[in-house]
């Protein structure tokens, strides 16, 4: 089993600057591709950003240059760093996680787990 689960939301001025994380832990061989994720209210939910277990990122191009994305493969945590926060960034983050783990009968396979997000919100 593998737990995901992030951490550092709040509440935010405009302008203002958070950096989100998100540990996995548990039974696991790897973790290769990690995500951010977004879903503000009444809307469906985005991809934010992917950093590959390389350090390969992409980002949607909207928030390029202000989101960026990071990972400490020792920790099994990847990180979003976000500036000159927006009010329309209002949402709750959710991390993602492309897990490698070990079946029953010793077979190996990828597995793709879900925090349960962090609510970001910035005020005007």
């Known amino acids: 089993q593998v737990q995901v689960v992030e951490s550092g939301g709040g509440f935010v001025q405009a302008g203002g600057s958070l950096r989100l994380s998100c540990a996995a832990s548990?039974?696991?061989?790897?973790?290769?591709?990690m995500r951010w994720s977004r879903q503000a209210p009444g809307k469906q939910r985005e991809w934010v950003a992917t950093?590959?277990?390389?350090?390969?990122?992409n980002a949607i191009d909207s928030l390029k240059g202000r989101f960026t994305i990071a990972r400490d493969n020792a920790k099994n945590t990847v990180y979003l760093q976000m500036n000159s926060l927006k009010p329309e960034d209002t949402a709750v983050y959710y991390c993602n996680v492309e897990a490698v783990v070990s079946g029953v009968s010793g077979t190996q396979y990828s597995a793709s787990y879900w925090g349960q997000g962090t609510q970001v919100t910035v005020s005007s």
């Open positions: 548990g039974s696991f061989l790897s973790i290769n591709t």
């Open positions: 950093i590959s277990s390389t350090g390969v990122t």
